[in-house]
């Protein structure tokens, strides 16, 4: 199979041969915040360059939305000198407006010169790739040579990521990251309520369940502060702990724990426990930094929302953070990594894809990433694999030296990933749409609902 890397204008054919067709709607925002724009000055390299399988001077070429898989081929070649391929990782292309997904689908559906052997798939469309419409281009692990059943045992790998990388019982992706979620919350706060920030106490005033949640919201609110930004905040808690995903038997289907979000946000809403924000947008950022209406006592998320979205937000709050065990298990975003079924590099795709996803060694990527290694910042970071976290120093200065391990290892365990479907992005802007318009008080409970059901099957085909 030949491979080019698109330019500018090739993506822009893309975007526009697959929109003509109905392609996929806008996506979220890339969760780790890393997202980037295609290289408008790349070159097209000669089809004729690339390796036959098996040969020793081809290029294994990557497309995903951001620079980090691409990047990481550094740390790979430091540790294999003897790999004999090279990487071009060149075609990155925006999450902003789907652009990433309609230029991927094109190129996939395309085949020939435009599919990559490696590619990239986010959290929100991962299932697209690995269980639906585009799965069918996905190569197993196993055959690329992956003892892939073995590793994931070894690595100890979250269930809820092999999950969601798994089409009829074969894995065909698997994630880097760990992205099971945490209470994230202000040191001085909890201290100014309760008298203490320590974990193990903050975990019983945030959960186990939404009644003593509630009652917490009351208290926080008596001394001037807002358990959380905006009703978006509990969305990824409430979403996970569904007994079903949106779509059942081909329909929509409202489970009663996710319309029971209605009520959540409007509690919060009419009670004045939150400052009213959406997530992504510069209020919600204005609260991490602690300059809203009320001062914010926490937020839902995984160690990239630390990372990459309040430590990038808020550097001058370093210390005055630290994470709790939530109250629901979740998960929110990730990359997963998928390699085409039809690459004739077959070989330096298994040997690259097995170093970033399933190599515990102090030498593999996951060790590298989970230590900061890779880095100026040194920035830690969690990993898919409980092994490796469990044998690296999670201590973070952002959190006040906790080791933020000790919460996400479990936290990973306790994620699920049997509720995603490929349409959950979407259908999540329709509801959440909605569930504003009822708190704001534009609707009544049941119109919510009926406009949301309404709003599914204009735009997705999808009858409840």
Same mark, same amino acid.
């Given at each position: 199979?030949?491979?080019?890397?698109?330019?500018?204008?090739?993506?822009?054919?893309?975007?526009?041969?697959?929109?003509?067709?109905?392609?996929?709607?806008?996506?979220?925002?890339?969760?780790?915040?890393?997202?980037?724009?295609?290289?408008?000055?790349?070159?097209?390299?000669?089809?004729?360059?690339?390796?036959?399988?098996?040969?020793?001077?081809?290029?294994?070429?990557?497309?995903?939305?951001?620079?980090?898989?691409?990047?990481?081929?550094?740390?790979?070649?430091?540790?294999?000198?003897?790999?004999?391929?090279?990487?071009?990782?060149?075609?990155?292309?925006?999450?902003?407006?789907?652009?990433?997904?309609?230029?991927?689908?094109?190129?996939?559906?395309?085949?020939?010169?435009?599919?990559?052997?490696?590619?990239?798939?986010?959290?929100?469309?991962?299932?697209?790739?690995?269980?639906?419409?585009?799965?069918?281009?996905?190569?197993?692990?196993?055959?690329?040579?992956?003892?892939?059943?073995?590793?994931?045992?070894?690595?100890?790998?979250?269930?809820?990521?092999?999950?969601?990388?798994?089409?009829?019982?074969?894995?065909? /992706?698997?994630?880097?990251?760990? $992205? !099971?979620?945490?209470? +994230?919350?202000?040191?001085? %706060?909890?201290?100014?309520?309760? @008298? #203490?920030?320590?974990?193990?106490?903050?975990?019983?005033?945030?959960?186990?369940?939404?009644?003593?949640?509630?009652?917490?919201?009351?208290?926080?609110?008596?001394?001037?502060?807002?358990?959380?930004?905006?009703?978006?905040?509990?969305?990824?808690?409430?979403?996970?702990?569904?007994?079903?995903?949106?779509?059942?038997?081909?329909?929509?289907?409202?489970?009663?724990?996710?319309?029971?979000?209605?009520?959540?946000?409007?509690?919060?809403?009419?009670?004045?426990?939150?400052?009213?924000?959406?997530?992504?947008?510069?209020?919600?950022?204005?609260?991490?930094?602690?300059?809203?209406?009320?001062?914010?006592?926490?937020?839902?998320?995984?160690?990239?929302?630390?990372?990459?979205?309040?430590? /990038?937000?808020?550097?001058?709050? $370093? !210390?005055?953070?630290? +994470?709790?065990?939530?109250? %629901?298990?979740?998960?929110?975003? @990730? #990359?997963?990594?998928?390699?085409?079924?039809?690459?004739?590099?077959?070989?330096?795709?298994?040997?690259?894809?097995?170093?970033?996803?399933?190599?515990?060694?102090?030498?593999?990527?996951?060790?590298?990433?989970?230590?900061?290694?890779?880095?100026?910042?040194?920035?830690?970071?969690?990993?898919?694999?409980?092994?490796?976290?469990?044998?690296?120093?999670?201590?973070?200065?952002?959190?006040?030296?906790?080791?933020?391990?000790?919460?996400?290892?479990?936290?990973?365990?306790?994620?699920?990933?049997?509720?995603?479907?490929?349409?959950?992005?979407?259908?999540?802007?329709?509801?959440?749409?909605?569930?504003?318009?009822?708190?704001?008080?534009?609707?009544?409970?049941?119109?919510?609902?009926?406009?949301?059901?309404?709003?599914?099957?204009?735009?997705?085909?999808?009858?409840?």
């Amino acid at each position: 199979m030949k491979k080019f890397l698109a330019t500018s204008l090739a993506v822009l054919m893309l975007v526009g041969m697959l929109a003509a067709c109905g392609g996929p709607q806008p996506a979220q925002p890339d969760a780790t915040g890393t997202t980037a724009e295609a290289d408008a000055g790349a070159a097209t390299p000669d089809p004729a360059a690339a390796a036959p399988a098996g040969g020793g001077s081809g290029t294994l070429y990557i497309m995903s939305f951001t620079t980090e898989i691409g990047d990481m081929f550094k740390g790979f070649k430091d540790a294999h000198p003897e790999f004999p391929y090279e990487v071009n990782a060149d075609n990155v292309v925006a999450q902003t407006d789907g652009a990433y997904q309609t230029a991927l689908d094109a190129a996939l559906v395309a085949g020939g010169n435009l599919v990559p052997d490696i590619y990239g798939a986010e959290s929100a469309e991962v299932l697209r790739y690995t269980q639906g419409t585009m799965s069918q281009y996905a190569a197993t692990y196993k055959a690329l040579g992956i003892d892939v059943d073995a590793k994931i045992a070894a690595a100890e790998i979250a269930k809820y990521a092999v999950d969601i990388g798994t089409r009829d019982g074969e894995v065909v /992706a698997l994630p880097y990251q760990a $992205t !099971g979620g945490a209470f +994230i919350y202000r040191r001085s %706060i909890a201290k100014d309520v309760w @008298g #203490t920030d320590d974990p193990a106490v903050i975990k019983t005033k945030i959960g186990p369940d939404w009644e003593t949640f509630f009652a917490s919201a009351e208290e926080l609110k008596a001394k001037g502060y807002a358990i959380v930004s905006g009703d978006g905040d509990l969305w990824h808690p409430v979403e996970n702990s569904s007994d079903q995903g949106w779509i059942v038997d081909g329909k929509l289907y409202l489970d009663p724990k996710r319309e029971a979000f209605l009520d959540l946000s409007k509690r919060l809403m009419d009670n004045g426990y939150h400052n009213d924000t959406r997530d992504w947008d510069e209020p919600w950022y204005a609260d991490m930094r602690g300059e809203g209406p009320k001062p914010t006592f926490g937020f839902y998320g995984p160690a990239w929302l630390i990372n990459y979205t309040i430590g /990038a937000q808020a550097p001058d709050t $370093t !210390g005055d953070w630290a +994470i709790c065990e939530p109250t %629901i298990g979740f998960s929110w975003g @990730g #990359t997963w990594v998928v390699a085409h079924k039809d690459t004739d590099m077959a070989d330096a795709a298994k040997q690259y894809i097995e170093w970033i996803t399933l190599d515990t060694s102090d030498t593999g990527l996951q060790y590298q990433w989970a230590n900061g290694m890779l880095n100026e910042a040194g920035t830690k970071d969690t990993v898919a694999s409980a092994v490796v976290m469990a044998k690296s120093n999670g201590e973070s200065a952002f959190l006040g030296g906790q080791n933020m391990f000790d919460i996400f290892i479990p936290a990973g365990a306790n994620a699920t990933g049997h509720l995603k479907t490929q349409y959950d992005q979407n259908i999540n802007d329709i509801w959440r749409d909605q569930v504003r318009a009822y708190t704001a008080g534009n609707k009544d409970r049941d119109t919510a609902i009926a406009d949301f059901k309404q709003n599914v099957l204009d735009q997705l085909g999808l009858e409840s």
